[in-house]
């Protein structure tokens, strides 16, 4: 299994913004950019929906209640991806996991609050 670090997750008030990282640090480069990506989230109680995706290519998607605040982005130099979120909303409140491929990273816990 790939090890998937991510962090970045934190309290914010609505209206904040936070940045995600994830990092695959035994994955060798060649391999890092041979799998589509993406950054998921789990609410509670809720099921877990996809946020955002990059394919091999760079091509993004992006779910539509994030579409204008979320942006997705990698740098296969370091082996990491990333999820810039601006004008967050109470709504966004969930673990948001990586995912490379297959496999999934352990979660971050993302706040928004007042």
């Known amino acids: 299994q790939v090890q998937l670090v991510e962090s970045g997750g934190g309290l914010v008030q609505p209206g904040g913004s936070l940045r995600l990282s994830c990092v695959a640090p035994?994955?060798?480069?060649?391999?890092?950019?041979?799998?589509?990506m993406g950054w998921y989230r789990q609410a509670p109680g809720k099921q877990r929906e996809l946020v955002a995706s990059?394919?091999?290519?760079?091509?993004?998607k992006y779910s539509d209640s994030v579409t204008g605040r979320f942006t997705i982005s990698k740098n296969n130099s370091r082996k990491m991806i990333y999820l810039q979120m601006n004008n967050l909303k109470p709504e966004d409140t969930a673990v948001y996991y990586c995912?490379?491929?297959?496999?999934w990273g352990k979660g971050t816990l993302v706040t928004v609050s007042s």
């Open positions: 995912k490379w491929g297959s496999d």
């Open positions: 035994r994955l060798i480069l060649s391999t890092f950019v041979g799998q589509d």
């Open positions: 990059i394919a091999v290519g760079g091509t993004t």
